[in-house]
């Protein structure tokens, strides 16, 4: 069975810009979650969609923006990027409707932004 | 706000010993405990959960021991190998859905 895949791997963008992340869960996981991760704040969780609805979200600014697809493929947006937003960005996958379940991270995207 | 916390950043064991790693957390209300480990250039793997209504569960030479009075988690390594060597991270939900709080990680080495 395929693991979580993200793409790209790797990103280098400018301050203003917007970029857009992408999540591809294991085959039958219906939850996915973000997490930003950053030496200074480890990783912090972004938001979690479940069924095509977001069911939470972190403490982050309307900048960052996801959705996911009926095929529970997910993105993530974050416009506007700031030098801050610079970090690897992890998905995870979980089968289970119920609160918190194991879940499966991906490689992540190292994002870079200068 | 709530926290979890590491006491360690780093700790260094001999190959074949036991490891240790601890963790505090400050929110009463977490009813669930994971423990991840993050190798270098990878995500986070998860190895064992404990849910609060339990004080001890074993895997396959892991152990998490969870200690609600004092709010301490940790999670034992026995005979610890090079393979061990990462980061491990104690995180913990308080019912809202997947929203996992992580700790700020222990880097565990071990010498050979």
């Known amino acids: 069975k395929a693991g979580v895949t993200q793409t790209p791997r790797y990103l280098i963008k400018t301050r203003g810009q917007q970029v857009t992340l992408s999540c591809s869960p294991i085959s039958g996981h219906r939850s996915v979650s973000w997490y930003q991760q950053t030496p200074g704040q480890g990783l912090q969780f972004l938001f979690e969609?479940?069924?095509?609805?977001?069911?939470n979200k972190g403490n982050f600014p309307g900048r960052f923006s996801g959705r996911q697809f009926s095929n529970s493929r997910s993105e993530m947006n974050v416009s506007t990027l700031e030098l801050g937003d610079s970090a690897l960005y992890l998905c995870?996958?979980?089968?289970?409707?119920?609160?918190?379940?194991?879940?499966?991270f991906g490689p992540g995207t190292r994002l870079t932004v200068t | 706000g709530e926290s979890v916390g590491l006491h360690l950043p780093t700790l260094s064991v001999q190959e074949g010993d036991n490891s240790i790693i601890n963790c505090a957390y400050s929110?009463?209300?977490?009813?669930?405990f994971i423990w991840y480990k993050q190798e270098s250039g990878k995500g986070p793997q998860f190895i064992i959960d404990?849910?609060?209504?339990?004080d001890k569960r074993q895997g396959q030479r892991v152990t998490v021991l969870l200690n609600k009075t004092v709010k301490h988690l940790s999670l034992q390594i026995a005979a610890t190998q090079p393979g061990d060597s990462a980061v491990y991270f104690c995180?913990?939900?308080?019912?809202?859905?997947?929203?996992?709080?992580f700790g700020t990680g222990t880097k565990l080495q071990v010498i050979p």
């Open positions: 929110n009463s209300a977490s009813d669930y």
């Open positions: 969609y479940f069924s095509e609805t977001q069911r």
């Open positions: 995180a913990e939900n308080s019912g809202g859905y997947q929203k996992v709080t």
């Open positions: 404990i849910r609060s209504n339990m």
């Open positions: 995870a996958s979980s089968s289970s409707g119920q609160p918190v379940y194991e879940q499966y």
